[in-house]
């Protein structure tokens, strides 16, 4: 192996081993009260709306559940569900985050 090809293997490994540690590194900061707040907000939605006259079914036909949160809030009921889940946050955020992690 040259020197010019030896030093073309390290950077490339040097670039590899960058890219392989951004990845693991970016997995490991997610906030978890995000996720805990759109836990209550869609049970919430699914327990209260079914309350409603309309069916579980329904409300997986409409695929509220499969969007992405931002989608989610579109839907009025839903942001409003999310409002009171934000509340309860606010009230008791050690309970919240276990009952809803």
Known sequence: ????????????KK?????????????CFYDETKR?????ADKTFMKIEAHNLITKIEIKESKIMK???KEKLNNE???YYYGDCEASLKHSEIR????WK
Do not use: P, R, T
């Open 1 to 12: 192996m040259s020197k010019k090809q030896l030093v073309d293997y390290l950077k490339m």
């Open 15 to 27: 670039i590899l081993l960058i890219m392989v540690l951004g990845l693991l590194l970016s997995g």
């Open 36 to 40: 805990a707040l759109e836990n209550c």
């Open 67 to 69: 969007k992405k949160i």
């Open 77 to 79: 009921a839903y942001y």
């Open 96 to 99: 919240f985050k276990e009952k």
